[in-house]
């Protein structure tokens, strides 16, 4: 595609374009500083976004943007459920296309869009510096471009240039009087801990965690809400909930919608490398991370934070870290 292409598309502000970003919730969470960026900057522009349905509450309070659903493991399974996809996506008439995860599925969907020649750019990932930053020998310890810039880097070649600002952030929330009634009438302010994430190497240990928890509930100054998921997760933080006076656990009382409600009302959130501390820095909530194997190096530091709110292991001790950005 020319330079002249990618300009007209940049000079006509009514053109449509469909973002990419399947998962994970982490991935499409770091999006929305970007999109709102984006609808900030050019705000006749229609943006369509594919994603799966659970994490369509995440986009759903950025302007003209419609979340299409992808069912991946249903009719858009496979090649011939992709060329569904297309066909669907053909017909909400798209100019352009950001592809923001760049896997196999998207880059299927690209040969689709060329048969169009629909514009189509996709998110560089950085992968062999990311491999030189996480190697065993001749490591090459240097920050990478964060996540959020390579996204605004797609967005600049398609002809959509953005300027990430501090202040691209969603709204608080007003609690429903369900959910209010589900963590009962305290006065006090919300502290979010989400002890949990998707590989053990990045997860501070649970006893560790659960002392945190003690002193944070022995001050008695705040409400702990506790975040995580599935029947493990639910169990061991309902048996935090029983044996601390001011802790609440979350997991199975509150729909997603309900829970990122929550986390907008925080007063600060504890979190892994992990997705809840971009949801949480999305609303502009003050995050502290936890680093295990990762390191913010890699690019995925939440938008917005403080440099000093990430713990991090003693590379003096453990000069190999960080082994993976997973």
């Not at 659903?69 to 009719?75: H, L, M, P, Q």
């Not at 659960?210 to 309902?238: A, M, R, S, Y």
Request: glycine share 6%; with cysteine.
């Amino acid at each position: 595609m020319s330079n002249d292409t990618t300009l007209k598309l940049a000079n006509d502000k009514k053109h449509h374009l469909l973002v990419i970003r399947l998962s994970a919730m982490g991935d499409v969470a770091m999006t929305v500083p970007v999109l709102i960026a984006l609808t900030s900057t050019y705000p006749q522009l229609k943006l369509t976004i594919l994603t799966k349905p659970f994490f369509a509450p995440i986009l759903s309070e950025i302007p003209n943007v419609i979340v299409h659903n992808a069912d991946v493991k249903g009719k858009h399974k496979g090649v011939f459920g992709i060329w569904e996809l297309y066909k669907e996506l053909k017909s909400c008439k798209i100019d352009g296309v950001a592809d923001l995860h760049n896997v196999l599925r998207s880059t299927i969907l690209k040969q689709f869009f060329s048969i169009q020649s629909v514009p189509f750019r996709q998110l560089n990932k950085g992968r062999k510096e990311k491999k030189a930053l996480t190697a065993a020998t001749n490591k090459i310890f240097e920050p990478l471009r964060s996540t959020h810039l390579r996204y605004v880097d797609v967005f600049t070649d398609l002809g959509f240039p953005i300027e990430l600002k501090k202040e691209y952030i969603l709204p608080k929330k007003k609690l429903s009087l369900t959910l209010m009634r589900t963590i009962g009438a305290d006065n006090r302010k919300y502290i979010g801990i989400a002890p949990f994430a998707a590989f053990k190497g990045k997860m501070y240990p649970l006893e560790s965690m659960k002392t945190v928890v003690k002193q944070l509930n022995d001050f008695g100054t705040h409400q702990i809400l506790l975040f995580g998921g599935g029947p493990l997760e639910k169990q061991k933080l309902e048996s935090w909930e029983k044996e601390f006076d001011h802790c609440i656990s979350i997991v199975g009382k509150a729909k997603f919608k309900e829970e990122l409600g929550l986390i907008s009302n925080l007063e600060l959130m504890v979190a892994m490398d992990s997705g809840n501390s971009h949801l949480a820095a999305m609303y502009g909530i003050p995050t502290i991370t936890l680093w295990g194997v990762t390191h913010p190096h890699a690019g995925f530091y939440p938008f917005g934070q403080d440099p000093s709110n990430a713990l991090l292991a003693d590379r003096e001790k453990y000069p190999l870290i960080p082994t993976s950005v997973y």
